[in-house]
């Protein structure tokens, strides 16, 4: 994590107002809306359209470490898209793959060394690079095309069990790894306008939104996410920040209602000032969410590391 970048948003985060009692984080794909089939259906059509250096790879091979490599890798599931196709045009081209995608490495691994984010916008540097400005068409369309997913409405239990009940008791924050507006836009449609604001890739790491949640000052962050990489930045932001309560909500992909009704219970007790009790009920669930989580190693005999 970089502190930096924590620093600068915890000061942001004061600006407007004082934090004060919890904080409530909201992951977007699987917990504010269930797209994330949909979503990967388009992303990984339009890269094979986008970058044809994967039309050189055999499609099942393909679509079998894509879907490894953004839900299930250890060091990439729920990372940065730009961060994702670089691990997955170098992980093919070592197997034997004509499908390197030199540009975008050499971005990636100069962002990287230099601590920034992997976004379109500190990738634009690099758009000479053809396969890089090929990226970038393609994270743009990417974009557009799920904008055109408006009829998905909210995950069911939401609404009833958070988003109702604590609209008024404390403050809202979605914390993704995807592009801030096009989530704006999506929640705006179902009439929720009182996000306090929407902390995507441009801005930070999921582990650097929840620790910068926890240095602005609020008295717990209740992060409510469905992958392994939820639970990672969770506990990384927790070990971060010992001095800000850090709980982890797991939402269980086709169990989501039933976490819902748990997380409001969870989120009772961090307004009552009953941490003990919110970890407890927290630990309890996250025990059920092994092996059942979006991106769990046990569902898939690969392994691809950084």
């Given amino acids: 994590m970089d502190n ?23 992951d977007f794909d699987g917990v504010c809306k269930k797209f994330t089939d949909h979503k990967h259906q388009i992303m990984f059509s339009l890269l094979f359209l ?4 994967f039309q050189r790879v055999p499609f099942d091979v393909y679509r079998k470490n894509y879907i490894h490599i953004n839900f299930r890798s250890a060091d990439y599931a729920g990372k940065e898209r730009f961060l994702c196709v670089d691990a997955l045009a170098r992980h093919l081209a070592g197997e034997g793959y004509p499908c390197a995608l030199p540009g975008l490495a050499k971005a990636v691994a100069e962002l990287r060394a230099k601590g920034l984010k992997i976004s379109e916008k500190n990738l634009a540097q690099y758009q000479a690079e053809p396969d890089v400005q090929r990226a970038l068409e ?16 909210l995950t069911p239990g939401i609404l009833k069990y ?8 404390a403050h809202f924050y979605v914390v993704s790894t995807a592009t801030e507006e096009p989530l704006r836009r999506s929640l705006e449609k179902e ?18 939104a929840l620790s910068a949640l926890a240095a602005a000052g609020y008295s717990a962050v209740a992060m409510f996410g469905d992958s392994v990489e939820d639970e990672r930045a969770s506990h990384a932001a927790r070990q971060a920040a010992p001095n800000g309560s850090i709980v982890f909500v797991p939402v269980i992909p086709e169990d989501e209602e039933r ?17 003990k009790a919110a970890e407890e009920l927290s630990a309890q669930l996250e025990s059920e969410f ?6 769990s190693q046990s569902l898939s005999p690969m392994t691809i590391r950084a």
């Avoid at 986008?50 to 250096?53: G, I, P, Y």
């Avoid at 393609?138 to 409405?153: H, Y």
């Avoid at 958070?162 to 008791?169: E, G, M, N, V, W």
């Avoid at 009182?194 to 801005?203: A, D, L, N, S």
């Fill in 4 to 26: 930096a970048t924590i620093q600068r948003l915890a000061g942001e985060l004061r600006k407007s107002e004082t934090p004060s009692g919890p904080a409530i984080a909201l």
């Fill in 50 to 53: 986008h970058l044809r250096e």
């Fill in 138 to 153: 393609w994270s743009r369309e990417v974009n557009k095309r799920v904008a055109d997913l408006s009829e998905i409405g």
């Fill in 162 to 169: 958070i988003l109702q009940p604590f609209r008024d008791k």
């Fill in 191 to 208: 009439g929720i306008g009182f996000i306090r604001r929407y902390i995507g890739q441009e801005t930070a790491t999921k582990a650097e």
């Fill in 259 to 275: 976490c819902f009704e748990t997380g409001g219970r969870i989120l009772r007790a961090l307004l009552a000032g009953r941490i």
């Fill in 290 to 295: 092994k092996g059942r989580e979006a991106g």
